[in-house]
């Protein structure tokens, strides 16, 4: 595949609102993980939740839109001039010329379990509860590409964990084909009952800030975040400390419902086929952000796969410690997360892993390595055994 620029980015999560807080975080290995508030939720877990995104305010012409979810892509849209940046790069294209591609998972249903609640006895629902804008998946697509005025092809990808990496791979073909000029990609996955109970029914959930990769570990951590990013074609001449998406890789190996292929087939052959869209050999890549839940399933298969391919040397580790698993965010806050690695040249250590597992063969990071990466290769991994790797570099 042709590289592809990403022009500029952002994101907020629980550590931080914006890169330099994000950046921070990660550089002093703090997680913004803390038991359970939110909301009428009586779960002994811990969350990643974003401080203060019921106070943000949807502009006056969008107020439709109004819902959690949106919200926080508001606060997103806001951190390090990145509306601004959109606009005046749109201008250039125009409006119809820009692709907007946004994952999420659970999208606004908060509002519907709200707008229940709200519901009396055998009723309808209230009259005030506007499905298509504050709860349907597409809500957040269309609430972004409206705030920033652009009316090009608006796409959400909605695949459970993997969403927001594979919005990368359908704006890189709308790309290729002609069909933009520029996309605005992204992930928006706000806090919910319906995930919080749901992971918690299957057993899923640790009581304490997750430990992906620890002998320990016991289950996930749910967080919620907002990060975007805008693509251009690569121009001729790039300055070095410029970001490039290299090499996409999607599979699906339809395991299971929940669970993911056991010697993690599906994880392997995303990532081979991110490095052959690439054309570049495992050896190539110097760090790996891992999909890394925290579940001793899913890390013992993801460990399975990346052994098999890259051996038992090339650095690797999860943020999740620190953000929490973001759901349909993650592709998207992890591509960020791969961003900032390569731009300030470390590769971020696990948190909070105080003793890896012997038995996973990856050569995981319990700390930050100063040695900068060129090449950053990122993991998401879904329910139903939807998986995608992004392979991103420092351009030459």
Known sequence: MKPVLLKHFTA?????????????????????????????????????????????????ALRAYDCRNNRLAELGLSQDGFADAVRAAAAAYGPR???????????????????????????????????????????????VRRRLDLCGPAVVVSCACASSAKVFASARRMLEAGLIDAALVGGVDSLCLTTLYGFHSLQLCSPGPCRPFDVARDGISIGEAAAFAWLERCPTSLDGGAVVLLGIGE?????????????????????????????????AVDYINLHGTGTPSNDRAESLAVTALFGGTTPCS?????????????GALE??????????????????????????GAGYLKDNRRTPPNRVLSNSFGFGGTNCSLLFGRAA
Do not use: W
């Not at 550089?27 to 009428?40: I, K, M, N, V, W």
């Not at 379990?113 to 957040?140: C, K, M, W």
């Open 12 to 60: 907020v999560s629980c550590i931080g609102r914006g890169l330099a807080q994000i950046l921070e975080a990660l550089q002093q290995q703090r997680s913004g993980l803390a038991p359970c508030r939110f909301e009428t939720v009586d779960l002994h877990t811990h969350v990643g939740e974003v401080p203060g995104v019921d106070a943000v305010r949807i502009p006056a």
């Open 97 to 143: 010329r820009v692709g907007v591609f946004i994952g999420t998972s659970t999208a606004g249903i908060l509002e519907t379990e709200i707008a229940y609640r709200r519901r009396v006895a055998g009723g309808p629902l209230p009259d005030d509860f506007q499905y298509a804008a504050a709860h349907n998946t597409f809500s957040v697509a269309d609430f």
């Open 251 to 283: 599979s699906c190996d339809a395991h299971h419902m929940s669970a993911p292929h056991p010697q993690g087939l599906g994880a392997r052959l995303a990532m081979q086929a991110a490095l052959a869209a690439a054309a570049l050999p495992p050896e």
């Open 318 to 330: 999860s943020t999740k410690g620190a953000t929490g698993h973001t759901l349909g965010a993650a």
């Open 335 to 360: 591509a960020v997360i791969s961003a900032l690695a390569l731009q300030h040249g470390f590769m971020p250590g696990g948190v909070p892993a105080t003793r890896v597992d012997p038995e996973l």
